[in-house]
């Protein structure tokens, strides 16, 4: 298949790889594809097949339901301070 862009989408695109946002044109190219994919997965998707897993921000997302009672407020704070602790140790060895 052949895509032609207009110049300012190139250079759009070109800027997003430049600033780390995406590794490479194939990763643009995948996360823009993955925006047409269906919001909700199937109800029978297995949780440990790989298609119920996409890659988001290269973090690998499950599409699946939440357990009922699950505590998501806590574990982004628990990951967010892990990240900040990873952070603050491989620049303060």
Same mark, same amino acid.
């Given at each position: 298949? +052949?895509?032609? %862009?207009?110049?300012? +989408?190139?250079?759009?695109?070109? #800027? #997003? ?6 590794? @490479? %044109? ?9 925006? &047409?994919?269906? #919001?909700?997965?199937?109800? @029978? #998707?297995?949780? %440990?097949?790989?298609?119920? %897993?996409?890659?988001?921000?290269? &973090?690998?997302?499950?599409?699946? +339901? ?6 998501? =407020?806590?574990?982004?704070? =628990? ?6 602790? =990873? &952070? &603050? ?5």
């Amino acid at each position: 298949m +052949q895509i032609n %862009l207009e110049p300012h +989408q190139e250079q759009a695109i070109e #800027a #997003a790889i430049r600033a780390g946002r995406f590794r @490479s %044109l194939e990763e643009f190219i995948e996360s823009a594809v993955r925006t &047409l994919a269906p #919001a909700e997965p199937p109800e @029978s #998707a297995d949780p %440990l097949e790989p298609s119920a %897993l996409i890659h988001i921000d290269g &973090l690998w997302v499950h599409r699946g +339901q939440p357990e009922a009672g699950a505590r998501w =407020d806590q574990l982004i704070d =628990d990951v967010r301070q892990e990240r900040l602790s =990873d &952070l &603050l140790r491989a620049s303060y060895p």
